[in-house]
């Protein structure tokens, strides 16, 4: 499940702001508000862990800078995949 109290409730509104979730394996991926709110629908609550989610951010390179940022700080592991 993921945690944020800054979600917003109206993702069609607020599709262009972006957010940075850890995932269980540690990756952080960048995602629209609009991803984040099917994301969180599809999750099963009993069988997926409390995910971490910063944001929202006002642009898709700021929310990249922060997950920069979570990677230098050891919050998150590099993605090296493409």
């Not at 993702?11 to 984040?36: D, I, K, M």
């Not at 629908?41 to 898709?60: I, N, R, Y």
């Not at 390179?61 to 993605?79: M, P, Q, T, V, Y």
């Amino acid at each position: 499940m993921i945690q944020s109290d800054k979600i917003h409730p109206d993702p069609v509104r607020f599709s262009n702001l972006w957010y940075v979730v850890a995932e269980a394996e540690g990756h952080c991926r960048v995602l629209t508000a609009q991803q984040l709110a099917s994301h969180a629908d599809l999750e099963d609550e009993e069988e997926m862990p409390t995910l971490e989610c910063w944001g929202p951010f006002s642009s898709q390179g700021e929310a990249i800078a922060k997950c920069a940022d979570l990677i230098r700080s050891g919050k998150c592991k590099a993605n090296l995949q493409r």
